[in-house]
């Protein structure tokens, strides 16, 4: 049974570029959040997806965005890259149902914006 | 916005001793979980707590959801190398997630 999977692990653009993270659910999830962990930092919360709809969503600009497809798989995509968007890129998957309902992690996509 | 404080901020422990790390919110919760990240990886589900008040061991580790539903506590006993990592806290719930900024711990064998 897969886990979450992130791809790419990591990746380096430079400022202004648009950059598509993706994120395959572990199977039987149907539920995508997407986090943003600074170094030495705890993972802050962008959005949830749920439904191929944003559920809920962090203090992030606009220029983040998502998707969620049919499969349940999902993207972040951010626009107009800034040095400040470095950073470790979490995706986590869990069942929307069910009060509390632990999140499972993949390992993340190492984003350098020169 | 809702703040989970961790604390300490960072531990340097001897192989073979217990570690204590909490957890404190100004705001009421209904769920605490404790994961576990180490270097280059995703955190990792430790323990989940639901009750107010509820004791729960995973090996080694022991966890509780404080009476007050605002604060939670984590326990290592007999440590070993392996549990060094960053340990954070994360209110569950269908709320917006928030996690805290993490107790990073270094075990010297």
């Known amino acids: 049974d897969a886990g979450v999977t992130q791809s790419p692990t990591h990746l380096i653009k430079t400022r202004g570029q648009q950059v598509t993270l993706r994120c395959s659910p572990k199977s039987g999830h149907d539920t995508v959040s997407w986090y943003q962990q600074a170094l030495g930092q705890g993972p802050q919360f962008i959005f949830q997806y749920y439904e191929e709809e944003e559920r809920q969503r962090g203090n992030f600009p606009d220029r983040f965005s998502g998707h969620q497809f049919p499969n349940y798989s999902s993207e972040l995509n951010v626009n107009a890259l800034l040095l400040g968007d470095s950073a470790l890129y979490l995706c986590?998957?869990?069942?929307?149902?069910?009060?509390?309902?632990?999140?499972?992690f993949g390992n993340g996509t190492r984003l350098t914006v020169t | 916005g809702q703040q989970l404080n961790q604390s300490p901020q960072s531990m340097f422990i001897q192989e073979g001793e217990d570690v204590s790390m909490n957890c404190t919110s100004s705001s009421i919760f209904n769920t605490w979980l404790w994961y576990k990240q180490d270097p280059g990886e995703g955190p990792v589900l430790l323990i989940a707590?639901?009750?107010?008040?509820e004791l729960t061991s995973n090996g080694r580790l022991t966890a509780q959801f404080g009476i007050t539903r605002k604060d939670s506590f984590l326990n290592i006993s007999a440590s070993i190398p392996s549990d060094v990592g960053i340990y954070f806290c994360e209110k569950g719930g269908s709320e917006k997630l928030v996690f805290g900024k993490g107790t990073k711990l270094t075990v010297n064998p």
């Open positions: 707590l639901y009750k107010a008040g």
């Open positions: 986590a998957s869990s069942l929307l149902q069910g009060a509390g309902s632990p999140l499972h």
